[in-house]
Structures are given as structure tokens and as C-alpha cells.
């Protein structure tokens, strides 16, 4: 009974640290599902994070049809980075960033259905 109960409580520290492990260190992700209007998405770092070096950022997405737009990385108002997307896609729109927020929006020019899907990381100085 007893070598049951540690076994069991080895299983559980390895999953927690595991868990712990995967939730600091993997991407975080969203996907836009809306792709007949402008969406906008802010993200940000992890509370707890500290000052901030790099944004790792991925754009992924396909339209169904011959839907066409832009994706643009903004720190508040200012444009950073602008990539044009159609068909099936993958944009690396990653770089130095100093903010603890970034703002993304999509904007259509011929609107179809589709997905576009971000994946980020905030990476400390």
C-alpha cells in the first residue's frame, strides 16, 4: 500500500511539472474564425514575466475560397510589420520588441471563410 501511495504521488509531481514546464515554455495560441470583417487581438506576456527582449509570433491561416487580407503587427498604433494572406499561409512575423503587449489585426480586402491562427511568445531581455 505504501509503495502504491508514492507511485502515485511521483505521477503526480512529474504531470504538475510537466504541466508547469509546457505552460512556461510553449506558445500560446488563438485563432481568428471571422474572417468576413477587421478583427483585432491584443495580446500580452505572462503575468509575472519580466522586461521583455523579443516577440516570437507565427501567422498561420487558409481561406476556403479566394479570399484575400492583410495581417499587421502594431505596437499601439504604430505598424511593425504588414503581410498580405491568401490561400493557405504561414507568415514568421517574429523580432525585437521591448513592449509587454502587441497588438494584431486582420484586415479584409475580398472576404471568404477561413481561419487565421497566431501563435506568440514573449520572450525577457
Given at each position: 500500500m505504501k509503495k502504491l501511495l508514492i507511485?502515485?504521488?511521483v505521477t503526480l509531481a512529474i504531470a504538475g511539472a510537466g504541466f508547469f514546464l509546457y505552460q512556461v515554455f510553449m506558445p500560446k495560441d488563438l485563432t481568428i474564425d471571422d474572417l468576413s470583417s477587421t478583427q483585432t487581438?491584443?495580446?500580452q506576456k505572462k503575468q509575472g514575466q519580466g522586461e521583455i527582449g523579443r516577440l516570437e509570433?507565427?501567422?498561420?491561416?487558409?481561406f476556403r475560397g479566394e479570399g484575400?487580407?492583410?495581417v499587421m503587427?502594431?505596437?499601439?498604433?504604430?505598424l511593425v510589420r504588414k503581410k498580405e494572406?491568401?490561400?493557405?499561409f504561414k507568415h514568421d512575423?517574429?523580432?525585437?520588441?521591448?513592449s509587454n503587449t502587441a497588438k494584431i489585426e486582420y484586415?479584409?480586402?475580398?472576404?471568404?471563410?477561413g481561419y487565421v491562427t497566431i501563435k506568440y511568445k514573449f520572450i525577457e531581455k
Open positions: 507511485k502515485i504521488i487581438v491584443i495580446i509570433l507565427t501567422v498561420t491561416g487558409s484575400v487580407g492583410d503587427l502594431k505596437d499601439g498604433n504604430s494572406v491568401k490561400g493557405t512575423m517574429s523580432g525585437i520588441w521591448y484586415i479584409p480586402f475580398k472576404p471568404d471563410k
